[in-house]
Protein backbone atom coordinates (compact mmCIF):
# COMPACT_ATOMS: atom_id res chain seq x y z
CA UNK A 1 0.00 0.00 0.00
CA UNK A 2 1.66 3.46 -0.91
CA UNK A 3 1.38 6.06 1.09
CA UNK A 4 -0.69 9.05 0.19
CA UNK A 5 0.86 12.92 0.49
CA UNK A 6 -1.22 15.90 0.47
CA UNK A 7 0.57 19.05 -0.07
CA UNK A 8 -0.89 22.24 -0.13
CA UNK A 9 1.91 25.39 -1.07
CA UNK A 10 2.60 27.91 0.97
CA UNK A 11 1.80 30.33 -1.81
CA UNK A 12 -1.49 29.42 -1.53
CA UNK A 13 -2.49 29.75 2.06
CA UNK A 14 -0.21 33.67 1.34
CA UNK A 15 -3.68 34.27 -0.82
CA UNK A 16 -5.61 32.48 0.33
CA UNK A 17 -5.28 32.75 4.48
CA UNK A 18 -8.31 30.47 5.43
CA UNK A 19 -8.31 28.19 3.14
CA UNK A 20 -8.29 24.73 4.70
CA UNK A 21 -8.79 20.99 3.43
CA UNK A 22 -10.35 17.78 4.75
CA UNK A 23 -9.06 14.53 3.16
CA UNK A 24 -10.32 11.25 2.97
CA UNK A 25 -8.46 8.52 1.24
CA UNK A 26 -10.60 5.06 0.66
CA UNK A 27 -8.82 1.95 0.02
CA UNK A 28 -10.02 -1.74 -1.06
CA UNK A 29 -13.27 -0.38 -2.89
CA UNK A 30 -15.26 -2.73 -5.32
CA UNK A 31 -16.78 0.20 -7.33
CA UNK A 32 -18.23 -2.19 -10.09
CA UNK A 33 -20.94 -3.29 -7.19
CA UNK A 34 -24.42 -1.83 -7.13
CA UNK A 35 -24.76 0.08 -4.26
CA UNK A 36 -28.47 0.38 -3.49
CA UNK A 37 -27.70 2.56 -0.40
CA UNK A 38 -25.79 4.91 -2.27
CA UNK A 39 -28.36 5.03 -4.90
CA UNK A 40 -31.09 5.63 -2.13
CA UNK A 41 -29.08 8.44 -0.08
CA UNK A 42 -28.31 10.51 -3.38
CA UNK A 43 -32.36 10.52 -4.44
CA UNK A 44 -32.80 11.92 -0.71
CA UNK A 45 -29.76 14.64 -0.59
CA UNK A 46 -30.95 15.46 -3.80
CA UNK A 47 -34.73 16.20 -2.65
CA UNK A 48 -33.67 17.83 0.62
CA UNK A 49 -31.26 20.16 -1.50
CA UNK A 50 -34.49 21.18 -3.83
CA UNK A 51 -36.36 21.39 -0.69
CA UNK A 52 -34.08 23.67 0.74
CA UNK A 53 -32.94 26.10 -1.79
CA UNK A 54 -36.54 26.05 -3.41
CA UNK A 55 -36.56 29.34 -4.74
CA UNK A 56 -33.12 31.02 -4.17
CA UNK A 57 -30.35 31.61 -6.49
CA UNK A 58 -27.21 29.00 -6.24
CA UNK A 59 -24.77 32.40 -6.89
CA UNK A 60 -26.51 33.75 -4.09
CA UNK A 61 -26.48 31.83 -1.54
CA UNK A 62 -24.17 32.14 1.62
CA UNK A 63 -22.87 28.64 1.61
CA UNK A 64 -21.31 29.52 -2.36
CA UNK A 65 -20.23 32.95 -0.97
CA UNK A 66 -16.77 32.21 -0.04
CA UNK A 67 -16.23 30.17 -2.81
CA UNK A 68 -17.47 33.47 -5.32
CA UNK A 69 -14.90 35.60 -2.93
CA UNK A 70 -12.26 33.18 -3.30
CA UNK A 71 -12.15 32.93 -6.95
CA UNK A 72 -12.18 36.76 -7.55
CA UNK A 73 -9.25 37.01 -5.48
CA UNK A 74 -7.62 34.35 -7.47
CA UNK A 75 -8.42 36.45 -10.63
CA UNK A 76 -11.04 33.58 -11.98
CA UNK A 77 -14.34 34.87 -12.92
CA UNK A 78 -17.31 33.20 -11.02
CA UNK A 79 -19.76 34.01 -13.05
CA UNK A 80 -17.88 32.23 -16.39
CA UNK A 81 -16.40 29.59 -14.09
CA UNK A 82 -18.49 28.01 -11.37
CA UNK A 83 -16.87 26.45 -8.48
CA UNK A 84 -17.49 22.51 -8.33
CA UNK A 85 -20.42 23.29 -5.48
CA UNK A 86 -22.33 26.00 -7.11
CA UNK A 87 -22.81 23.95 -10.53
CA UNK A 88 -24.21 21.10 -8.41
CA UNK A 89 -26.30 23.70 -6.19
CA UNK A 90 -27.48 25.11 -10.09
CA UNK A 91 -28.46 22.13 -11.21
CA UNK A 92 -30.52 21.57 -8.36
CA UNK A 93 -32.24 25.19 -8.70
CA UNK A 94 -32.67 24.61 -12.36
CA UNK A 95 -34.91 20.91 -11.59
CA UNK A 96 -32.44 19.12 -13.27
CA UNK A 97 -31.17 16.82 -10.19
CA UNK A 98 -28.32 14.64 -10.50
CA UNK A 99 -27.15 11.97 -12.90
CA UNK A 100 -25.87 8.86 -11.14
CA UNK A 101 -21.99 8.39 -12.16
CA UNK A 102 -20.75 5.17 -10.19
CA UNK A 103 -21.23 4.39 -6.65
CA UNK A 104 -17.94 6.35 -5.18
CA UNK A 105 -19.05 9.57 -7.15
CA UNK A 106 -22.59 9.46 -5.99
CA UNK A 107 -21.27 9.01 -2.45
CA UNK A 108 -19.45 11.78 -2.68
CA UNK A 109 -21.67 14.01 -4.80
CA UNK A 110 -24.90 12.87 -2.05
CA UNK A 111 -22.10 14.44 1.05
CA UNK A 112 -21.33 17.31 -1.22
CA UNK A 113 -25.33 18.34 -1.45
CA UNK A 114 -26.14 17.66 2.09
CA UNK A 115 -23.26 19.97 3.66
CA UNK A 116 -23.28 22.14 0.12
CA UNK A 117 -19.67 21.86 0.11
CA UNK A 118 -17.12 21.24 -2.70
CA UNK A 119 -15.90 17.17 -2.60
CA UNK A 120 -13.43 15.90 -5.15
CA UNK A 121 -13.14 12.43 -6.17
CA UNK A 122 -9.48 10.85 -7.42
CA UNK A 123 -8.56 7.46 -8.35
CA UNK A 124 -5.00 7.28 -6.81
CA UNK A 125 -4.16 4.25 -8.64
CA UNK A 126 -4.22 5.93 -12.07
CA UNK A 127 -2.19 9.16 -11.19
CA UNK A 128 0.52 7.80 -8.41
CA UNK A 129 2.58 10.62 -6.53
CA UNK A 130 1.91 12.98 -4.25
CA UNK A 131 -0.96 15.21 -4.71
CA UNK A 132 -0.45 19.24 -4.34
CA UNK A 133 -2.98 21.96 -4.40
CA UNK A 134 -0.61 24.89 -6.05
CA UNK A 135 -0.10 27.10 -8.50
CA UNK A 136 0.27 25.72 -11.93
CA UNK A 137 3.78 26.09 -13.71
CA UNK A 138 4.35 26.54 -17.61
CA UNK A 139 3.70 23.28 -19.31
CA UNK A 140 1.59 21.91 -17.34
CA UNK A 141 -1.20 19.67 -18.77
CA UNK A 142 -4.81 19.00 -18.42
CA UNK A 143 -6.60 16.49 -19.88
CA UNK A 144 -10.06 17.21 -19.94
CA UNK A 145 -12.85 14.67 -19.56
CA UNK A 146 -13.93 12.94 -22.53
CA UNK A 147 -10.67 13.78 -24.32
CA UNK A 148 -7.38 12.20 -25.14
CA UNK A 149 -5.51 15.99 -25.89
CA UNK A 150 -4.03 17.68 -23.00
CA UNK A 151 -4.19 21.12 -23.05
CA UNK A 152 -1.18 22.96 -21.30
CA UNK A 153 -1.29 25.76 -19.27
CA UNK A 154 0.08 28.97 -18.15
CA UNK A 155 1.70 29.89 -14.84
CA UNK A 156 -0.16 31.36 -11.93
CA UNK A 157 -3.31 29.32 -12.11
CA UNK A 158 -4.58 27.35 -9.06
CA UNK A 159 -5.00 24.07 -9.39
CA UNK A 160 -4.45 20.39 -7.93
CA UNK A 161 -1.96 18.09 -9.71
CA UNK A 162 0.11 15.24 -9.68
CA UNK A 163 3.94 16.31 -11.07
CA UNK A 164 3.09 17.63 -14.08
CA UNK A 165 -0.32 16.40 -14.52
CA UNK A 166 -3.18 18.70 -13.66
CA UNK A 167 -5.99 17.24 -12.01
CA UNK A 168 -8.26 19.95 -11.66
CA UNK A 169 -8.15 23.59 -13.09
CA UNK A 170 -9.35 26.95 -11.49
CA UNK A 171 -9.03 25.12 -8.24
CA UNK A 172 -12.25 23.47 -7.94
CA UNK A 173 -13.75 24.28 -11.27
CA UNK A 174 -13.03 20.86 -13.18
CA UNK A 175 -11.32 17.70 -12.78
CA UNK A 176 -9.24 16.34 -15.33
CA UNK A 177 -10.11 12.78 -17.28
CA UNK A 178 -6.50 11.67 -15.84
CA UNK A 179 -7.26 10.10 -12.60
CA UNK A 180 -10.87 10.32 -12.49
CA UNK A 181 -13.10 7.67 -10.89
CA UNK A 182 -14.18 4.32 -12.96
CA UNK A 183 -16.22 1.28 -12.00
CA UNK A 184 -12.69 -0.24 -12.06
CA UNK A 185 -11.26 2.20 -9.36
CA UNK A 186 -9.88 0.63 -6.03
CA UNK A 187 -8.55 3.46 -4.56
CA UNK A 188 -9.45 7.15 -3.81
CA UNK A 189 -8.40 10.88 -2.71
CA UNK A 190 -11.31 12.80 -1.62
CA UNK A 191 -10.89 16.15 -0.82
CA UNK A 192 -12.90 18.87 0.76
CA UNK A 193 -12.57 22.60 0.26
CA UNK A 194 -13.34 25.19 2.65
CA UNK A 195 -12.60 27.78 4.94
CA UNK A 196 -11.66 28.56 8.72
CA UNK A 197 -14.11 30.34 10.90
CA UNK A 198 -16.30 29.91 8.10
CA UNK A 199 -17.56 26.72 7.22
CA UNK A 200 -14.58 24.33 8.49
CA UNK A 201 -17.14 22.90 11.41
CA UNK A 202 -20.04 21.59 8.27
CA UNK A 203 -16.66 20.53 6.38
CA UNK A 204 -15.17 18.16 9.07
CA UNK A 205 -18.73 16.74 9.30
CA UNK A 206 -19.19 16.27 5.45
CA UNK A 207 -15.33 14.69 5.83
CA UNK A 208 -16.65 12.60 8.88
CA UNK A 209 -19.73 11.69 6.84
CA UNK A 210 -17.98 10.58 3.78
CA UNK A 211 -15.84 8.76 5.64
CA UNK A 212 -18.02 6.66 7.57
CA UNK A 213 -20.36 5.80 4.60
CA UNK A 214 -17.28 4.66 2.76
CA UNK A 215 -16.26 2.22 5.30
CA UNK A 216 -20.07 0.76 6.32
CA UNK A 217 -21.24 0.88 2.92
CA UNK A 218 -18.03 -0.21 0.76
CA UNK A 219 -16.08 -2.54 3.70
CA UNK A 220 -13.19 -0.14 2.72
CA UNK A 221 -10.75 1.21 4.64
CA UNK A 222 -10.19 4.63 5.40
CA UNK A 223 -8.24 7.27 6.52
CA UNK A 224 -9.17 10.99 7.21
CA UNK A 225 -7.15 13.94 8.00
CA UNK A 226 -7.26 17.81 7.81
CA UNK A 227 -4.78 20.50 6.29
CA UNK A 228 -4.57 24.37 6.99
CA UNK A 229 -2.56 26.98 7.64
CA UNK A 230 -1.34 25.42 10.95
CA UNK A 231 -0.98 21.95 9.41
CA UNK A 232 0.12 22.35 5.38
CA UNK A 233 0.86 18.63 4.27
CA UNK A 234 -0.88 15.16 5.18
CA UNK A 235 -0.03 11.86 5.27
CA UNK A 236 -2.08 8.35 5.11
Known sequence: MEIVRFVVEDAVFDKLPQVCFGVVVVRGVDNALLRPE???????????????????RARELPEVLPYREAFAALGINPNKFLCSI??????????????????LVDLGNAISLRYALPIGAHDLGAAPGDVQVRFSRGGDRFVPFGE??????????????????????????RQSEQGKVTENTREVFFPLDGFAGRNDDALRRARDDLAEGAA????ASVITGFVDTVARSFEG
Open 38 to 56: VATLLGEEIHRAEARFAGR
Open 216 to 219: RIFG
Open 86 to 103: EALLARIEKGKGLPSINP
Open 148 to 173: EAPEYLDAGELIYGVGDAVKTRRWIW
